[in-house]
Nanobody, 124 residues
C-alpha cells in the first residue's frame, strides 16, 4: 500500500526551529520529486520547497528562502524540511507530496501522492 506521511509539527515560538519528516511506504522516495506545501487558515495551499529526484536540486519560495532547507535520507526513505527562524506567518498545515516527474515545476494536481499534513503553529 502506498502511503506518505508527515510528522514533526507542533507549537513553537517565533525564532525557534522545527524539523518536519515525510516518510514513504510502498514506494521509493528517492525515485520521486518531493514537494513541500502549506495551507494557512483561509488561504490557498502554496508551494514551499521542492527536491528534484533527477539531481537533488532544491527550490524554495521567496518567503522561506534562507530559513528552510529540504533534504533526504535514502536509507530511511524519508525527506525532511528543516525550518529555522520560524515566524508567525509560517503557521499552516504542511504537506509533503511525491511526483514521478524528475524535476521540479509540476502543478500541485500533478503530484501523485500526498500526505495527510502536519500542523505548524508559530506563536508567542
Amino acid at each position: 500500500q502506498v502511503q506518505l506521511g508527515e510528522s514533526g509539527g507542533g507549537l513553537v515560538q517565533p525564532g525557534e526551529s522545527l524539523r518536519l519528516s515525510c516518510a514513504a511506504s510502498g514506494f521509493t522516495l528517492d525515485d520521486h520529486t518531493i514537494g513541500w506545501f502549506r495551507q494557512a487558515p483561509g488561504k490557498e495551499r502554496e508551494p514551499v520547497s521542492c527536491l528534484a529526484s533527477s539531481d537533488g536540486s532544491t527550490y524554495y519560495s521567496d518567503s522561506v528562502k534562507g530559513r528552510f532547507t529540504t533534504s533526504r535520507d535514502i536509507a530511511k526513505n524519508t525527506v525532511y524540511l528543516q525550518m529555522n527562524n520560524l515566524k508567525p506567518e509560517d503557521t499552516a498545515v504542511y504537506y509533503c507530496a511525491a511526483d514521478h516527474f524528475p524535476t521540479c515545476g509540476s502543478f500541485q494536481d500533478e503530484y501523485d501522492y500526498w500526505g495527510q499534513g502536519t500542523q505548524v503553529t508559530v506563536s508567542s
